[in-house]
């Protein structure tokens, strides 16, 4: 069975930092890409950042320069650094897992996390 657990969400000022780490169990990620999607209230879930299973990386353009993802293959772990934060970042993160390549198409990734809460206050 393969789960994802993510943790680190939470409340944190404009211009603070986060970090949000993803540990998969179940399903290696050899030949897998993962990826972060964020909803905001009210609004469809969108891509955040994804790896591929070499290690290539792809952002969505609001977070291009301010986010970074990266990823722990001995601990089957992901991370994502959120820095700069500001009141728009404000959404459940999810992190996502498939085979194959990064895709922007949240309706293909095959299995998902909880999704914890980063709220930005200003």
């Known amino acids: 069975q393969v789960q994802l657990v993510e943790t680190g969400g939470g409340l944190v000022q404009t211009g603070a930092s986060l970090t949000l780490s993803c540990a998969v169990s179940?399903?290696?990620?050899?030949?897998?890409?993962v990826a972060w999607f964020r909803q905001a209230p009210g609004k469809e879930r969108a891509f955040v950042a994804g790896i591929s299973y070499i290690g290539q990386t792809l952002y969505g353009d609001l977070v291009k320069g301010r986010f970074t993802i990266n990823k722990d293959n001995a601990k089957n772990t992901v991370y994502l650094q959120l820095n700069n934060l500001n009141t728009e970042d404000t959404a459940v993160y999810y992190c996502?897992?498939?085979?194959?390549?990064?895709?922007?198409?949240?309706?293909?990734?095959?299995?998902w996390g909880q999704g914890p809460q980063v709220t930005v206050s200003s």
């Open positions: 179940g399903h290696s990620f050899n030949g897998n890409a």
């Open positions: 996502a897992i498939r085979s194959g390549v990064i895709c922007f198409d949240d309706t293909i990734w095959e299995h």
